[in-house]
């Protein structure tokens, strides 16, 4: 990204699903439906699933036009960021916009539970790439490891994502977030195997904490072991969990910065994204892989 300042933009984020990807942040930091126990972002401090115009999406559009006028690129424009994207009202203004102003395509990022209103719906499938998550198998699983807001029903929250398939003309991916010891017995994931089997998506992704989760018993899921779990989809899952740094030069620099401070004195998350003009979720991606690798360890 270029010197100017922005509020609601991050990235471009290197991104093994995405390629360089610009991220959005529609609502405020950790504004979310859900409070999954393995979220690298820590604990939902908003949860709800009342629908308005968190960040005022003018102000949105204002800083793309700038930013695309600025002459960077990246592969994908993502809506996602620090929350649950589809809880800004007006999120599909945001997709209008840059589906007029630039040929980016476009991928939202949700955890699906709100694909049950018509207007997300409706509004979701603007996007060219649409992501939804599936790490639960029953009503117990989903507030076990999801933690959703009180009155989510998980029959309501699977009808809604397979109404979205039934309508949706672009890409559909699903992502399988699994937890050592939380849901990634084979016989659980055979369960969200067939779940996942009757709504068809297009890609199957299995991921699992391979960043510092928000709760200490959200371990990470070996790599053998998840690629033997990723057999139990059909088609097979791919395993999409960065359990090594593997990304590009211009990423290792950056990592090698972040290990430069690091070794000098001891930061937070937060104290390394005001040094170094990262939004949370770069900075956490960085030190996931850091971490992955020995290079740096976390102390709570």
């Known amino acids: 990204m270029n010197d100017r300042h922005y509020k609601h933009l991050f990235g471009p984020v290197p991104s093994r ?35 308005r115009e968190y960040v005022p999406v003018d102000e949105i559009v204002a800083e793309l036009d700038t930013w695309l006028r600025s002459g960077d690129t990246a592969d994908y424009i993502t809506l996602a960021g620090s929350g649950e994207p589809t809880l800004n009202s007006e999120f599909g203004r945001v997709i209008d916009f840059v589906r007029q102003a ?41 507030e076990h490891v999801n933690r959703p807001v009180r ?24 992502e399988v977030f699994l937890v050592w010891g939380t849901n990634a017995t084979p016989k659980d994931v055979a369960e969200i195997a067939d779940l996942v089997k009757v709504i068809a998506p297009d890609k199957i992704q299995l991921n699992t904490a391979v960043r510092p989760p928000c709760e200490e018993f959200a371990y990470a899921v070996p790599e053998e072991h998840l690629r033997e779990l990723a057999q139990l989809f059909v088609p097979p899952a791919e395993v999409i969990a960065e359990y090594s740094s593997d990304t590009s030069a211009k990423v290792h620099a950056t990592e090698a910065d972040i290990l430069e401070l690091l070794e000098r004195r001891p930061c937070t998350l937060e104290q390394l994204g005001r ?17 992955r690798t020995g290079r740096v360890r976390q102390l709570r």
């Open 151 to 174: 009155g989510t029903e998980f029959k309501r929250l699977i009808e809604g994502q397979w109404l979205f398939r039934s309508e949706f003309q672009g890409e559909l991916w699903m």
């Open 275 to 291: 040094v170094f003009g990262l939004h949370r979720n770069e900075a956490s991606k960085y030190l996931g892989k850091l971490g």
């Open 102 to 142: 630039t040929r980016i395509p476009v991928a939202l990022l949700t955890n699906g539970s709100l694909l049950i209103d018509p207007e997300v719906r409706t509004q979701a499938a603007k996007a060219n790439v649409v992501k939804v998550s599936l790490s639960a198998w029953n009503q117990f699983s989903l």
């Open 17 to 51: 699903r995405l390629g360089r990807s610009l991220g959005l942040d529609l609502v405020p930091f950790k504004t979310c439906s859900f409070d999954c126990s393995f979220c690298q972002l820590g604990k939902t401090t908003q949860k709800t699933s009342a629908r």
